[in-house]
């Protein structure tokens, strides 16, 4: 990233991991339900000054699909 600049999508791809694995975990312990981890994601990353458009769906999946990967479970929870 360049100093000074808007944070960068690498550093935008970090945020929106942690939002999606907490929300993973919140959906697991029932503090959320299931079907709005997706826009819990959103909501969160707009809190923290992240706007929602194309390219953080983009992240979003990327970071489901990763976690995927870990987990091999999180599925299509953040599809609906």
């Known amino acids: 990233c360049l100093v000074g600049s808007e944070m960068c999508i690498r550093d935008r791809y970090q945020v929106v991991k942690y939002f999606v694995n907490a929300a993973e975990k919140m959906a697991a312990t029932s503090q ?7 826009q819990w994601v959103k909501d969160m990353l707009v809190k923290v000054g ?18 995927d990967n870990q987990k091999g479970k999180v599925g299509d929870a953040f599809n609906k």
């Open 32 to 38: 959320i339900p299931k079907d709005t981890k997706k």
């Open 50 to 67: 992240i706007k929602d458009n194309a390219i953080i769906d983009a992240l979003i999946e990327g970071a489901v699909e990763e976690l």
